[in-house]
């Protein structure tokens, strides 16, 4: 919305600024981060006067989660609000993939928030069926899919971008949709599944929003893309302003959140930005980049379906316990270590990912 104040420059003044992405950018990471500061504590004191008991906690997880129980969860709400807040105020209005992003964010937001819902009013961890939040997934999915192919480069249209692999496209035709579909609701019940200790999962989705809005700003501009030989995919840039605004409220939620957490995300946040990450790499054309630069959700998602198949077939487990970062709490690690460890490898991934734009 502010955007539009550049329309009162003269070209030499303040309103000038508005014109720039990054400096907008800027503006929705702050924007954020003082929401998180403000209406954090507020909602917190709401949160706990509603939900009583708090989010159950599961009985066949780790004993040290016991002394959790009463934590409120939907804490995810504060970091919706101010990530939407940020980008309503700050990103252009006339540009597609972010209200792409924001129809995901918002519609796997609400599937999280109804999930959390059914947890706290009913005292159990069973919440809405699978299935059910599956099949809602993929459909909001689609849409987004269709919605996101339709803005692309004709040149790109329907094909899968390869990286480190120059001037590489594999024509998906109309396996793109159901691939995009994946893309998307994998990464949002991933990041679910990742969200399991106090800050474990706020951290790399930070990480991970930081460096897809690295990517989609350069992606963004064709001085960038030809300097770096990446397909050019007009409008992505403005896709920072929304990262930025992960970021700031990603922060701002992390206060609140470190250990002990006085509140806990819930599935109204950890779905939302997951279905966000994934919308984000749909748009930009760097749904394989993403797999690294969120190498470790896709380890926690992997730990779990390794588990479930090894287990119906031989009644043995691989893990301890699943996902991953339990099993590390079964073997004697201090959850602090486990967090700050899995942040360290979410930056390296993330490194990792940045140089697939140069390495060519």
């Known amino acids: 919305m502010l955007y539009w104040l ?41 949160l706990r006067r509603r939900q ?20 409120p969860t939907m804490g ?25 992003i924001l129809f995901v964010t918002l519609s796997f937001g609400v599937i999280g928030f109804v999930d959390d819902y059914a947890k706290v009013s009913k005292q159990n961890t069973a919440g809405v069926p699978g299935r059910l939040r599956l099949a809602l997934g993929f459909v909001i999915a689609g849409i987004a899919s269709f919605w996101a192919a339709q803005y692309h ?31 998307i609701v994998g990464a949002a019940n991933a990041v679910n599944l990742t969200d399991g200790l106090d800050g ?18 350069a992606v963004g501009r064709v001085d960038f893309t030809e300097y770096l030989d990446v397909h050019y995919v007009p409008g992505t840039g403005e896709i920072l302003i929304f990262a930025a605004g992960i970021f700031g409220g990603g922060l701002g939620f992390l206060w609140y959140n470190a250990p002990p957490a006085a509140v806990f995300m819930g ?73 700050i460890r899995f942040w360290i490898i979410s930056l390296i991934l993330a490194i990792i990912g940045l140089a697939t734009l140069k390495v060519r």
């Not at 995810?76 to 792409?100: F, H």
């Open 153 to 183: 480069p004709e040149a790109l249209q329907h094909k899968l971008a390869l990286p480190v692999l120059k001037d590489t496209l594999l024509n998906l035709g109309l396996l793109f949709i159901p691939f995009a579909m994946f893309v």
């Open 6 to 46: 550049s329309a009162l420059s003269d070209g030499g003044d303040f309103f000038n600024l508005f014109r720039y992405i990054t400096f907008r950018a800027g503006g929705a990471f702050m924007t954020a981060l003082v929401f998180g500061f403000l209406f954090g504590q507020p909602l917190i004191n709401v």
């Open 76 to 100: 995810g709400l504060l970091i919706v609000g101010a990530l939407v807040t940020s980008t309503l105020l700050w990103a252009r209005w006339d540009n597609p993939y972010v209200w792409m």
């Open 200 to 217: 474990l999962a706020i951290m790399p989705v930070m990480i991970a929003a930081g460096t897809l809005g690295v990517i989609a700003y």
């Open 52 to 71: 009583g008991k708090g989010q159950p906690i599961r009985d066949d997880g780790p004993e040290s989660h016991f002394v959790k129980a009463g934590t």
């Open 267 to 339: 599935d109204t946040g950890s779905l939302a930005l997951g279905g966000a990450l994934g919308a984000i790499a749909v748009a930009t054309k760097h749904e394989i980049v993403l797999g690294i630069v969120g190498g470790l959700f896709v380890v926690e998602a992997l730990s779990v379906i390794i588990q479930v198949l090894y287990f119906k077939r031989t009644g043995k487990r691989v893990f301890l316990m699943a996902p991953i970062h339990h099993h590390f709490e079964k073997k004697g690690w201090a959850e602090p270590q486990i967090v």
